[in-house]
C-alpha cells in the first residue's frame, strides 16, 4: 500500500499557496486492506476512506469508463491494479494531475508543472469531454487563478461539447454549487466570460448571455455594453468582500434590458419590473437558496430607484424601506445597499457615476431614523386604533426629514 497527495493540495502548494486540504490517493490496496487499518468508509460510488486519526480521505486508485450522458454517466473500477498513473490519467486538468510521495517526490505524467508555469489551464485527455461538469469547474478555476488562461485546445473541446448538448445534461443543483463557488472567487467576472467564450453561459444562463451586445445610454455607461456592466458590477462585488447573496443579485440585476423593444435601445425604461421577474424565474430554477432569490428579486426591482438617492422625497424612501421588509429585516436592506453600491461601482468611470459609487449615506440614515421611531408609544397615543399605520408611516417621514438635516 503506497499513498500519495493529489490534486489541489499539490497545485496550490506548487504555486505557493495556502493548502487548506489534502486529498490521498492510495495504491496496491483493497476495501478489506482499508478497513482493516480503521480507516472509515465514506465513498458511495466508489471506495473513499476517512483516515483514523486525521479523517483526510484517502480514496483508492481507480479508472472511469462512460457509460452515459450527462456527468453521472461513469462506471468506475478500483482495484490493487490499478495504478497511479492511471489514476491521474482520468482527471481533469493537467495542474490537478500532479500526485506527491510522502517523501515529498513529485509525480507529475501530464506536464502539470510546465502548465502551471505557463499558467494554462489543459486538459489531461480526450477524456475530458466526457464530464460536463468540467467545463463549470475550469470556468471556476479561471474566477480563482486570475493569471490563467484556458489553452486554446482545451476551449474548442470544451465548444465541442456544448455542441453535442453535454450541458444540457446537468442538473440545476450542480450548476447552482459551481456558479456559487466561482462568484465567491477573486474575479468571478472570469468565470462568466470562460462560459460565454464556450457556448455554456447560452445553455446554463441564456438570461444573462442574452444582455451581451444590448447598449445603454453611454452618458451613464461608458461601457455601453450590458452583459460588460454585469461583470464589472460582479467583480465590484468580489472587490469589496460582499457576501453570495449580494453577489447573486448583482450578476442577475439587469436581466430585464433583454427584453426592451428595439426601438427603444439604448434606453431601458421600466426594466426592473422584468428584471424581478427574470432573477426570480433564473433562482428558481437554478435552486438558490432562498436568501439568494428573495435578495436578487429586491435588487433587480429596486436598483433603479436606489440609485437616485439624492433625489427622492423622504416619503418615497419610507415607503421603500417599508416595501422592502426593512424594519424587520434592517441586515436584508443593507445587503441591497451594498448591491446597489456595486452597481454605481460598475458604471465606468463618468463623473456622474461617482457618488453612484459612494456607499448610499442618505439610505443607511434614512433606514436608521425609520427605525429610530418608537411604534409602542404611537400605537398607545393613538385614541383611533385604525389610525396606527398612517400614523407610524407619517412618523417615519418625519424621522427621515430630521435625520436629512443631520446628514451633510
Same mark, same amino acid.
Given at each position: 500500500?503506497?499513498?500519495?497527495?493529489?490534486? +489541489?493540495?499539490?497545485? =496550490?502548494?506548487?504555486?505557493?499557496?495556502?493548502?487548506?486540504?489534502?486529498?490521498?490517493?492510495?495504491?496496491?490496496?483493497?476495501?478489506?486492506?482499508?478497513?482493516?487499518? +480503521?480507516?472509515?468508509?465514506?465513498?458511495?460510488?466508489?471506495?473513499? *476512506?476517512?483516515?483514523?486519526?486525521?479523517? %483526510?480521505?484517502? $480514496?483508492?486508485?481507480?479508472?472511469?469508463?462512460?457509460?452515459?450522458?450527462?456527468?453521472?454517466?461513469?462506471? #468506475? !473500477?478500483?482495484?490493487?491494479?490499478?495504478?497511479? %498513473?492511471?489514476?491521474?490519467?482520468?482527471?481533469?486538468?493537467?495542474?490537478? $494531475?500532479?500526485?506527491?510521495?510522502? =517523501?515529498?517526490?513529485?509525480?507529475?505524467? #501530464?506536464?502539470?508543472?510546465?502548465?502551471?508555469?505557463?499558467?494554462? *489551464?489543459?486538459?489531461?485527455?480526450?477524456?475530458?469531454? %466526457?464530464?460536463?461538469?468540467?467545463? &463549470?469547474?475550469?470556468?471556476? *478555476?479561471?474566477?480563482?487563478?486570475?493569471?490563467?488562461?484556458? $489553452?486554446?485546445?482545451?476551449?474548442?473541446?470544451?465548444?465541442?461539447?456544448?455542441?453535442?448538448?453535454?450541458?444540457?445534461?446537468?442538473?440545476?443543483?450542480?450548476?447552482?454549487?459551481? &456558479?456559487?463557488? +466561482?462568484?465567491?472567487?477573486?474575479?468571478?467576472?472570469?468565470?462568466?466570460?470562460?462560459?460565454?467564450? #464556450?457556448?455554456?453561459?447560452?445553455?446554463?444562463?441564456?438570461?444573462?448571455?442574452?444582455?451581451?451586445?444590448?447598449?445603454?445610454?453611454?452618458?451613464?455607461?461608458?461601457?455601453? =455594453?450590458?452583459?460588460?456592466?454585469? &461583470? &464589472?458590477?460582479?467583480?465590484?462585488?468580489?472587490?469589496?468582500?460582499?457576501?453570495?447573496?449580494?453577489?447573486?443579485?448583482?450578476?442577475?440585476?439587469?436581466?430585464?434590458?433583454?427584453?426592451?423593444?428595439?426601438?427603444?435601445?439604448?434606453?431601458?425604461?421600466?426594466?426592473?419590473?422584468?428584471?424581478?421577474?427574470?432573477?426570480?424565474?433564473?433562482?428558481?430554477?437554478?435552486?438558490?437558496?432562498?436568501?439568494?432569490?428573495?435578495?436578487?428579486?429586491?435588487?433587480?426591482?429596486?436598483?433603479?430607484?436606489?440609485?437616485?438617492?439624492?433625489?427622492?422625497?423622504? %416619503?418615497?424612501?419610507?415607503?421603500?424601506?417599508?416595501?422592502?421588509?426593512?424594519?424587520?429585516?434592517?441586515?436584508?436592506?443593507?445587503?441591497?445597499?451594498?448591491?446597489?453600491? #456595486?452597481?454605481?461601482?460598475?458604471?465606468?468611470?463618468?463623473?456622474?457615476?461617482?457618488?453612484?459609487?459612494?456607499?448610499?449615506?442618505?439610505?443607511?440614515?434614512?433606514?436608521?431614523?425609520?427605525?429610530?421611531?418608537?411604534?409602542?408609544?404611537?400605537?398607545?397615543?393613538?385614541?383611533?386604533?385604525?389610525?396606527?399605520?398612517?400614523?407610524? !408611516?407619517? $412618523?417615519?417621514?418625519?424621522?427621515?426629514?430630521?435625520?436629512?438635516?443631520?446628514?451633510?
Amino acid at each position: 500500500m503506497q499513498a500519495y497527495v493529489v490534486g +489541489g493540495a499539490v497545485r =496550490d502548494a506548487l504555486l505557493g499557496l495556502p493548502v487548506k486540504d489534502r486529498d490521498w490517493v492510495v495504491v496496491g490496496s483493497t476495501p478489506e486492506e482499508m478497513l482493516a487499518r +480503521g480507516f472509515r468508509p465514506v465513498g458511495r460510488d466508489f471506495p473513499v *476512506f476517512l483516515h483514523p486519526q486525521t479523517s %483526510e480521505e484517502y $480514496a483508492l486508485a481507480r479508472t472511469e469508463r462512460k457509460s452515459g450522458r450527462g456527468y453521472t454517466g461513469f462506471v #468506475c !473500477h478500483a482495484s490493487p491494479e490499478v495504478t497511479l %498513473e492511471e489514476d491521474l490519467l482520468r482527471r481533469d486538468l493537467t495542474i490537478n $494531475a500532479i500526485a506527491r510521495a510522502e =517523501d515529498g517526490t513529485l509525480i507529475d505524467p #501530464c506536464g502539470g508543472q510546465r502548465d502551471l508555469a505557463a499558467r494554462l *489551464f489543459r486538459h489531461v485527455s480526450p477524456a475530458f469531454a %466526457e464530464d460536463p461538469l468540467r467545463i &463549470l469547474r475550469v470556468a471556476r *478555476f479561471a474566477a480563482r487563478f486570475t493569471d490563467f488562461t484556458v $489553452a486554446s485546445e482545451t476551449l474548442a473541446l470544451m465548444r465541442q461539447m456544448v455542441g453535442a448538448g453535454e450541458v444540457d445534461h446537468l442538473v440545476a443543483e450542480r450548476v447552482w454549487q459551481e &456558479l456559487a463557488r +466561482g462568484l465567491m472567487e477573486a474575479r468571478p467576472a472570469r468565470m462568466i466570460r470562460v462560459l460565454r467564450d #464556450c457556448g455554456a453561459l447560452a445553455v446554463i444562463l441564456p438570461e444573462l448571455d442574452r444582455l451581451f451586445g444590448v447598449p445603454q445610454p453611454a452618458r451613464h455607461h461608458p461601457e455601453i =455594453d450590458t452583459g460588460e456592466h454585469v &461583470l &464589472l458590477v460582479v467583480d465590484a462585488a468580489a472587490a469589496s468582500g460582499q457576501p453570495l447573496p449580494v453577489r447573486w443579485a448583482c450578476l442577475l440585476h439587469d436581466l430585464g434590458k433583454a427584453d426592451t423593444p428595439a426601438h427603444l435601445l439604448p434606453h431601458h425604461y421600466g426594466h426592473e419590473a422584468a428584471s424581478a421577474r427574470r432573477a426570480r424565474e433564473v433562482s428558481e430554477r437554478l435552486k438558490a437558496p432562498t436568501e439568494c432569490r428573495d435578495l436578487s428579486e429586491m435588487v433587480a426591482r429596486e436598483h433603479g430607484i436606489l440609485a437616485r438617492a439624492d433625489e427622492l422625497r423622504p %416619503e418615497t424612501m419610507v415607503k421603500l424601506i417599508e416595501r422592502c421588509d426593512g424594519l424587520r429585516r434592517p441586515e436584508r436592506f443593507e445587503l441591497m445597499l451594498a448591491a446597489a453600491a #456595486c452597481d454605481g461601482a460598475g458604471r465606468g468611470t463618468a463623473p456622474e457615476n461617482a457618488a453612484a459609487a459612494r456607499p448610499l449615506t442618505r439610505w443607511y440614515a434614512a433606514l436608521a431614523a425609520v427605525r429610530g421611531v418608537d411604534a409602542g408609544t404611537i400605537a398607545r397615543n393613538c385614541t383611533n386604533k385604525s389610525l396606527i399605520p398612517q400614523a407610524l !408611516h407619517a $412618523a417615519r417621514v418625519a424621522a427621515v426629514k430630521a435625520a436629512d438635516k443631520e446628514t451633510p
